[in-house]
């Protein structure tokens, strides 16, 4: 019988990931259009930009009547307002004929598209139309029961980003849009099977001294559940032959992972199968871990082969230690995240030392906070990863864990997803490329666009990471540092220049300055504005311009620069004050105004925390100042 020569190099796992990765790209392998009803679950290979706006027009919230908001001021039940009906009805679809003017009013469908001159909707249980006139019981608001364009999606938005996972409802976005396809990573295709004359597929009867293939099973949701596509090629006997062919078959996929016959025993003959790999072949048989020891890692031709231990717990750890991850990159998902919570082991623990120890543990709370309880069923162990909350990590050079010793758990799937870096503030194009940079970097992001006034609030209550903010003190004139508090730190941002948006062909804009054409504007029959959103730095800016005055369609309240945009561009209004993109963007005239701007305001008491700090460095880096000029803004010189 000749000698077991078991691990020649067990080397460390930080070793053995270092010389695995080395020999590996980790990127996706390729992109793919597929119709959008095969798209969930599928990873998007490139940005999702709203090439329309949603919705495409302003329509209404409910059914009733559009009307002209101040035709029903006082209107109460006991004294109607009698308006007189347009001979059209709007239901969706339909393309208003009729423009509504003073005491008239059209009816309208919930969905219908807004007619020109209106700026409200009544609802029908608030009238009572009869013989071509209706009278309306309840005083309406400027924009009541309005949607406008593009306050949903804005053309040229992006909605969703490369990297992203599609669920049920990015697919009803991307419906929106009208789009039928969408451009997505191919799925890498990882061959699965387990070896061993001991190893039974499920369903099949069950010899005494034979197990049921849990491995497989295990291994081929895993990388469904990572993004890949399993390639079950079931159970091979002990017989070098039939797993030469296996793996032969395997390597026709982009990855291939088995488990059993790793160890290096004169009957263990998969890491003999493996060893006769080449460019570069084994990379590390035996790694300093428990459980997981006799894992070997192999690559050739820069697809990834690994062999798992046999036992099931240990074949799960180290799957998800060196494998998912690729599969992961593969797939053109982010890197995994690791929640930790923090507890105390209520036991003394002894550990191998020489070996890094996963040790799974079961979390209960207690009056003193999270207890992590061991569940040391060891590593043959089919149920542990199923009942375990987590698993602490104690180090090689540990040999014991003291009870009631600090420990962090490393989280298997439970606990909140919760965002890394939020946004309050005001919304703009140049914080979407920031933003969709940090989620590249596996950041998780949640952005809420409030407005300026309201980013700058919730930055002093703290309550967000960051604020955009471009908000201009009345006093001296200067942007956004005059409003801080003690509390708050100023980030530079960038330029941008407002200015006023109008139709090319409009003879009232053309070739005049601001101060001309905000004149022409006010003094203008039918010149109608659109505003912006009360609490918004462009609106602040309106105000200063207009004074006193208040045009019409002063009271039409919008909450984006595309907004104002599309409104004129569809010529429901004939001005408004936007940023230069956008003008550019939906081919408007564009008269500049002030530049003003753009910066970012963080809780000093939120400064250190690493999202903050990751992007304060991408702000200030090259890349970003490169990018945010191409996008028409003003970056401050590097300093």
């Known amino acids: 019988m000749k000698p077991q020569s078991q691990f020649l190099d067990v080397v460390t796992r930080d070793e053995a990931e270092r010389r695995f990765r080395q020999h590996l790209r980790l990127a996706p392998l390729g992109r793919e259009t597929v119709p959008l009803h095969e798209a969930l679950g599928r990873v998007l290979a490139e940005d999702v930009v709203a090439a329309i706006d949603v919705p495409g027009f302003d329509r209404s919230n409910v059914d009733g009547f559009a009307v002209q908001a101040a035709d029903t001021w006082g209107a109460m039940e006991e004294q109607a307002r009698l308006l007189t009906l347009a001979d ?65 999606i804005a053309r040229g938005e992006t909605v969703l980003r490369a990297g992203q996972a599609l669920s049920s409802r990015e697919i009803g976005v991307i419906a929106a849009l009208g789009l039928a396809e969408v451009g997505v990573y191919r799925k890498p295709r990882v061959a699965i099977f387990s070896t061993g004359n001991e190893i039974v597929a499920p369903g099949a009867p069950l010899p005494t001294g034979a197990v049921y293939d849990s491995n497989a099973a295990i291994i081929g949701a895993a990388v469904e559940e990572l993004g890949g596509q399993p390639v079950r090629l079931g159970v091979i006997p002990d017989d070098e032959a039939a797993l030469s062919a296996a793996l032969a078959q395997g390597l026709a996929c982009d990855a291939v992972v088995f488990s059993g016959g790793t160890s290096k025993g004169e009957g263990d003959l998969s890491y003999r199968v493996v ?14 871990l428990k459980p997981g020891k006799p894992v070997c890692l192999a ?12 036992f099931p717990t240990s074949a799960v750890f180290t799957f998800h230690e060196f494998l998912a991850p690729v599969i992961r990159a593969f797939a053109g998902r982010p890197p995994e995240r690791r929640e930790h919570v923090d507890a105390k082991l209520p036991m003394r623990v002894n550990s191998e030392r020489g070996r890094t120890e996963y040790l799974l ?87 809420m666009n409030v407005g300026s006034t309201g980013g700058l609030m919730a930055a002093r209550r703290g309550e967000c990471d960051v604020a955009g903010i471009h908000l201009m003190d009345p006093a001296t004139g200067v942007y956004n ?49 659109v505003n912006r959103n009360a609490g918004s730095g462009t609106r602040i800016l309106i105000d200063r311009l207009l004074g006193s005055a208040k045009p019409p369609g002063y009271g039409v309240q919008t909450k984006s620069h595309n907004a104002v945009a599309v409104a004129v561009a569809q010529q429901r209004a004939d001005w408004g004050l936007a940023i230069d993109t956008v003008a550019r963007q939906y081919g408007l005239g564009f008269i500049p105004v002030q530049e003003e701007r753009y910066d970012f305001v963080v809780p000093r008491a939120r400064r250190e925390r690493a999202p903050v700090q990751a992007f304060i460095a991408l702000l200030q880096s090259a890349a ?8 028409g803004f003003r970056v401050d010189p590097a300093v």
């Open 361 to 447: 543990v079961g979390l209960v709370p207690t009056d003193e906070g999270l207890a992590a309880y061991p569940m040391g069923k060891g590593s043959g162990s089919v149920t542990t990863f199923s009942s375990a909350d987590g698993f602490i990590t104690i180090g090689q050079h540990t040999e014991i864990v003291d009870a009631g010793a600090p420990v962090q758990v490393q989280l298997l799937g439970h606990g909140l997803d919760a965002a890394d870096l939020i946004f309050i503030g005001s919304h703009c194009v140049g914080l979407d490329w920031l933003a969709g940079e940090l989620v590249r970097q596996g950041i998780r992001i949640k952005a």
């Open 275 to 288: 060893a006769a790999l080449g460019d570069p072949g084994v990379v590390a048989h035996g790694v300093a």
């Open 624 to 631: 970003a100042r490169e990018a945010l000029s191409r996008l």
């Open 88 to 152: 059209e009805t709007l239901a969706p679809g339909i393309v208003p004929q009729r423009e509504v003017t003073g005491g008239h009013a059209t009816a309208i469908a919930t969905g219908g598209m807004l007619p020109r001159g209106a700026d409200a909707v009544v609802m029908v249980e608030h009238t009572d139309a009869e013989d071509g006139r209706v009278q309306i019981r309840r005083a309406a608001t400027e924009g009541e029961n309005v949607s406008y364009a593009g306050t949903d």
């Open 299 to 310: 690559v050739t031709g820069g697809k990834p082969v690994v062999i798992l231990p046999g």
């Open 481 to 529: 540092r005059p409003l801080l508090t003690p509390e708050l730190e100023l980030i530079p941002g960038y330029g941008r220049m407002q200015g006023i948006v109008y139709r090319p062909s409009d003879a009232r804009f053309e070739g005049r300055d601001a101060t001309a054409a905000i004149a022409a504007a006010i003094a203008g029959p039918g010149c109608t504005m």
